[in-house]
C-alpha cells in the first residue's frame, strides 16, 4: 500500500534544508508518566543536541538554535493522548509532532531532518479489518498493531419478524433457517461494501465453517479477504480476538515482504532498478524513484561528491558541511517527495542489493 505523507510531515520534509537541523524523536506519554519524568528527558536530549551543536558550529548558531528548541519543550502539551513526540529545530524552520505511532528514542543533528522513523512506524502499523461472523451478529474491527476497536455491528434478529411473514409457507424450518442466514450475510457483505470504501484494507473474516462457508459464496469482496479463520470466537474478547489474529498478522507480513522481492526481481530483469546506497542516491537525486526498498536498520554516513547526484562513504575526519550522517535517511525523503512509495524489509533480506534498493520509473 503506497506511503501516505501526512501534510504536518510533508511540512518538515520541504521545510529549507538549512545546517544545523537538529531532530529530536521520542516516547511522551504524560498519561502514562510523571511530567517531571518527561521533562528530565527532554533536559537529557536537549543538552545532547547542545553538546553536538558546540562540537560542529559557530557559538552564536548553536545559541540561535538551543534558544528555539529550549522554548518549544517549555511549551510542550502535556495534555494529549499521544503516545510520541517529534521536534525538529533549525535556524529557519521548527515544528513539533504530537504521534499516535510508538518510538525509540533518536537524537540527529544533520544537514536534513529525520523523517526514517515516522515512515517506518506508519508502515509497521499494518491496519487491517475483521469481520466476525456468528449465526446472531456480524461485528467489524478495525485493528493495527497499536490498537482494535469495534466499528460496527449488525444483529441478524433485526430481520427476523419481517423474514418471517414472508416465509410462513415454508414448513421446512431449516430452509426457514438458511434463507434468514443468507439475506443477513447478503446485508452484512452490502455493509462490507460501505466500510472497504472508507477503510481500503485487507480483510480477515472470522466465523464458523458453516457460516464462512455461506459468506464465501454469496461475498463481492473475495479479492480484499486475506484469510478466513474458523471457529467460534462470538463470545471472545478483544485481547483474545487479536492473541487469535497475531500468528496470521505475522504470515501476512512475511507474504508482503515475498512479494516486493518478487518486484526488486522483476525490476532487475528488465534493468530498472539501482542497488547499493550510491547508486540509489544518484537515481532518487534525478527523481526517477518508483519504489524504495530498504533494510529498516540500514544506515550509511556520506560526503557529498563534486555533483548533488554523487556521494561517497564518509572517512573521518568529517567535513562539518559535506558531512551526511545518514544517506538513507536522505534517499527516503528524495523518492517520497518526487511521489514514489517506500518500503521496509528485515535485516539481512537485501544483502544481494547492498541492502537497499530502488525501483526506477524508466
Given at each position: ?12 520534509m520541504?521545510?529549507?534544508h ?10 511522551f ?13 527532554l533536559?537529557i ?24 528548541l ?29 504521534l ?55 444483529f ?29 450475510l447478503?446485508?452484512?457483505?452490502n ?64 507474504v ?40 529498516k ?19 573521518e ?29 528485515e ?16
Open positions: 500500500m503506497k506511503t501516505a505523507i501526512a501534510p504536518e510531515i510533508k511540512e518538515v520541504t521545510s529549507l538549512y545546517r544545523p537541523a537538529v531532530s529530536i524523536i521520542m516516547p506519554e504524560p498519561k502514562m508518566s510523571l511530567k517531571t519524568e518527561l521533562s528530565h528527558s533536559k536530549a536537549a543538552d545532547k543536541v547542545e553538546r553536538e551543536l558546540l562540537e560542529a558550529y559557530p557559538y552564536e548558531l548553536c545559541t540561535l538554535v538551543m534558544q528555539k529550549r522554548s518549544i519543550i517549555s511549551h510542550l502539551n502535556f495534555n494529549t493522548r499521544k503516545n510520541s513526540i517529534a521536534i525538529y529545530v533549525s535556524p529557519v524552520f521548527e515544528k513539533v509532532l504530537y499516535d505511532i510508538a518510538v525509540e528514542e533518536r537524537i540527529v543533528v544533520d544537514e536534513s531532518f529525520e523523517i526514517r522513523d515516522l515512515v517506518f512506524s506508519k508502515k509497521q502499523l499494518h491496519k487491517y479489518l475483521v469481520l466476525l461472523l456468528s449465526g446472531s451478529e456480524s461485528r467489524i474491527y478495525l485493528g493495527n498493531t497499536e490498537s482494535f476497536e469495534r466499528i460496527l455491528s449488525n441478524s434478529d433485526s430481520l427476523v419478524d419481517d423474514a418471517h411473514e414472508k416465509i410462513s409457507n415454508f414448513g421446512d424450518m431449516s430452509s426457514r433457517k438458511e434463507l434468514l442466514m443468507n439475506k443477513f447478503r446485508q452484512t457483505d455493509t462490507l461494501e460501505i466500510i472497504l470504501n472508507i477503510h481500503n484494507l485487507p480483510l480477515f473474516v472470522v466465523g464458523t465453517e458453516k457460516m464462512i462457508g455461506h459468506f464465501r459464496k454469496i461475498t463481492k469482496h473475495g479479492s480484499a479477504i486475506i484469510d478466513y479463520l474458523h471457529g467460534n470466537y462470538e463470545e471472545a474478547s478483544i485481547p483474545e480476538l487479536r492473541k487469535i489474529l497475531a500468528p496470521h498478522i505475522d504470515n501476512w507480513k512475511l508482503k515482504q515475498t512479494e516486493i522481492l518478487k518486484q526488486l526481481e522483476e525490476a532487475d530483469g528488465n534493468g530498472k532498478i539501482a542497488t547499493g546506497i550510491r547508486e540509489v542516491w544518484q537515481e532518487a537525486v534525478r527523481q526517477k524513484g518508483q519504489l524504495l526498498v530498504v533494510e536498520d540500514y544506515m550509511y554516513a556520506a560526503q557529498h561528491g563534486s555533483k548533488d547526484d554523487i556521494i561517497y562513504k564518509a572517512v575526519p568529517f567535513k562539518n558541511f559535506s558531512y551526511i550522517k545518514d544517506a538513507v535517511d536522505d534517499v527516503i525523503e528524495k523518492v517520497l517527495l518526487a511521489g514514489g512509495d517506500v518500503e521496509f524489509v535485516k539481512g533480506v537485501l544483502s544481494q542489493y547492498n541492502h537497499i534498493a530502488l525501483v526506477l520509473y524508466y
